[in-house]
């Protein structure tokens, strides 16, 4: 039987959550749904939905060697369901906490719609402090093809150009060779060392920190252009307005 039109719904009514009825925006309502840096065919953009579970499943693949923690709480061993499940329940607490008294902004790092590791940002009382550590991890099939670096290039950009910082901090342990050595090309200066447990066992976390007077003065060693999209929004809801 078909519908009496005189109780049908109106099609005229403009539902309130469609575009163009006057609702906020999803980069409104979560300005960092609306980050991206972009440099070439690269680029660090927000974790929305599909490139979070991308970025689970590439974590579950294997990230680094079985006898090797390059990080200080082992999210990273396991089964591929275990650790992918840890990185969901990390990111979707990451993105729930963010405040202008203290932040993570976690970024995915996507090549051709393909997610190939994860760039993030940490900071507390950052518009006092001008300060955030930066920190990062590549599935391990992507490692070693310089994505790394020029990733970290891009979330620095980020943070001195886009955030306005001062100084930018960073760590490894003492026997993560490749992180170092990406820290000390950019232009890192060492800032100490500090022994923490590590697998229940002692180990050396060797820090560094970049000033922006380095960052100014490593230029040369900026990729050839990057450009930074939906900064404004984010600044004003890490209170940096």
């Not at 469609?18 to 979560?30: C, D, F, Q, S, V």
């Not at 993570?104 to 955030?132: N, W």
């Not at 026997?175 to 002692?202: C, H, M, Q, W």
């Amino acid at each position: 039987m078909a519908p009496d039109p005189s109780t049908a719904p109106s099609t005229d009514t403009p539902h309130p959550n469609l575009p163009g009825t006057g609702a906020p925006t999803r980069a409104e309502l979560w300005p960092p749904s609306g980050l991206r840096v972009v440099s070439g065919d690269l680029e660090l953009r927000h974790l929305d939905e599909d490139l979070l579970f991308q970025l689970a499943a590439l974590g579950g693949e294997g990230i680094h060697d079985e006898d090797f923690m390059p990080f200080t709480f082992p999210w990273s061993r396991g089964s591929a369901v275990e650790v992918g499940r840890r990185i969901l329940a990390y990111q979707w607490g990451a993105a729930s906490r963010i405040t202008p008294e203290s932040w993570a902004i976690e970024l995915a790092v996507v090549r051709g719609g393909e997610v190939l590791g994860v760039q993030s940002l940490t900071a507390s009382d950052f518009p006092v402090t001008r300060t955030a550590e930066s920190g990062s991890w590549l599935g391990r099939r992507h490692q070693g093809r310089g994505v790394g670096t020029l990733a970290r290039l891009m979330v620095l950009d980020l943070l001195f150009e886009g955030f306005g910082a001062r100084t930018a901090t960073t760590s490894a342990w003492a026997d993560n060779g490749p992180s170092i050595a990406v820290t000390r090309k950019i232009g890192y200066r060492p800032n100490g060392t500090a022994t923490l447990a590590r697998e229940g066992k002692p180990a050396g976390d060797v820090r560094f920190r970049l000033d922006r007077e380095d960052w100014d003065a490593r230029a040369e060693a900026l990729p050839p252009e990057v450009t930074l999209h939906g900064v404004g929004p984010v600044r004003e809801m890490l209170g940096l307005d």
